[in-house]
């Protein structure tokens, strides 16, 4: 009888020791989800960093993985519409949270548009709402208590080491939020600032700035619009552009060189998100 109980534990050893496979879109979600599991779960990325999650098409070892998967960490990106489908036939059981859907949207600013109707593309417009909202702290603090409590539903015996996680994770947003404040407090109101994919709308938000875009519905200006970027972008004194490795900067390096100002790459599915953030705003300061 006495023999029994090793040979239980050995058996139940891995299942009690398991960790949660977590599939997450983009990878600050993989940081937001291992600041409050640490070592305490597997994440998978759908999208590795350098593609673009708006069309993106996810490999079939990253297909092979949903089987095996415990939940599904969406955050409204476009590439989840289109397989959204094909990840709940991949495991019919598998559960999909939003974390963003506790998020107060913001609709896309107005864009640039061509001129002719022939090139016009509705599936590229940047119409509706804007998906990028992990780019202002206070979202991913609303995003952190929904992974959270995700979580708890999956691994009840690691509630209370994911809630002390999560509070000195929202502490690190919390700090980062002030010091952002801090590096931007003597900037005008809507001070402006240029990128080429709209992406930084909640950071412009939060922090009273105005994004101007260099893409023209979606794809990248004529001559005839990058002339009239650049006038914009001289009546707002821009002094920066941004762009991403996601998209090309071939534009956005002419518009500098006619206003001789600088090109920086910056984009926002950095995995270090407080430092991601706190550079852009000191480049922007500057």
Known sequence: MKQIFPLLF????????????IIVSITPQKT???????????????????????????KPSQMMALSNADVYFSIGVEFEKVWSQKFQSQNANLPFVDISANVKKIAFAPEHHHEEDEHKDEEHHHTGMDPHTWLSPKNVAIMAQTIYESLVKISPKNRAAYKKNLDLFLQELHNTDTQIKEILKDL?????????????????????LEQISIEVEGKSPRPKEIINIIKEAKEEQVKVIFTQAEFSDKSAKIIANELNIPVVKSSPL??????????????IAK
């Open 32 to 58: 937001f989800v291992q600041k409050i599991t640490q070592d305490m779960a597997n994440i998978t990325v759908m999208v590795p960093p350098g593609s673009s999650p708006h069309s993106y098409e996810p």
């Open 188 to 208: 005008p109101p809507k001070t402006k600032f240029m990128v080429f994919h709209p992406s930084w709308g909640y950071f412009a938000e939060a922090y009273g």
């Open 270 to 283: 950095k995995p270090n998100y407080s430092q991601n953030l706190i550079k852009m705003a000191k480049i």
């Open 10 to 21: 050995i058996l139940l050893a891995p299942l009690l020791l398991a960790k949660p496979n």
